[in-house]
């Protein structure tokens, strides 16, 4: 099962609906510079605090010694099956600037990664955004300056049959349906009052 989109009480994009973050990547599929390129843009023009766009990302397409650096920063689990993505990510946030301390940077970020997976999913790609990372580990293997903090991991892929993880657990996690707390739980008109 390589589709499994979102249910919903009314109908969503496309793109939103389509959106989820498989582990089974088909690893004999290529990304090309163009569509990296379009999810790159697509997370340049998300929206920041103040316009401060802290937003930075490490890009490596798999076969590039890049992608190498940030497998080797994932943790194990999330190695054993993010090597056959076809491009690995760091999503970075630059904490200062010339005026000083950038407010709500992370959430800068996390609004540029989301754009990008969305962006993923119009070129017929999926992105998986992880915590499994070392955070300390990218700020080593890429010097990163001080005020750059690692906060996401994001493997892009082709979704493919669940059977290449290899592991029954994995397969039937793969396999499962998407869930989400009921809409009545997360829209609030007052706390412990349902908006719908």
Request: a negative charge; charged letters at 25%; hydrophobic letters at 45%.
């Amino acid at each position: 099962m390589t589709d499994k989109p979102a249910e919903s009480s009314v109908e969503l994009h496309e793109l939103i609906a389509r959106r989820w973050s498989p582990r089974a990547l088909d690893p004999d599929e290529k990304i090309d510079e163009r569509q990296l390129r379009a999810l790159l843009e697509a997370a340049r023009w998300a929206p920041s605090y103040g316009n401060t766009q802290p937003a930075r990302f490490l890009v490596g397409a798999r076969g590039s010694e890049t992608f190498d650096r940030i497998l080797g920063t994932l943790t194990e689990a999330n190695q054993a099956w993010a090597h056959r993505a076809c491009a690995l990510l760091i999503g970075l946030a630059v904490t200062r600037n010339e005026k000083g301390e950038i407010p709500y940077a992370t959430y800068g970020v996390a609004l540029a990664a989301e754009n990008l997976v969305l962006q993923a999913v119009a070129e017929g790609f999926a992105g998986h955004q992880m915590a499994g990372f070392d955070a300390d580990a990218v700020r080593k293997e890429f010097a990163l300056p001080e005020d750059v903090e690692p906060v996401v991991a994001i493997a892009v892929g082709k979704p493919t049959d669940p059977e290449i993880l290899g592991h029954e657990s994995l397969i039937e996690r793969e396999r499962a349906p998407r869930q989400r707390l009921p809409l009545s739980e997360i829209a609030l008109r007052d706390w412990n009052k349902p908006a719908f």
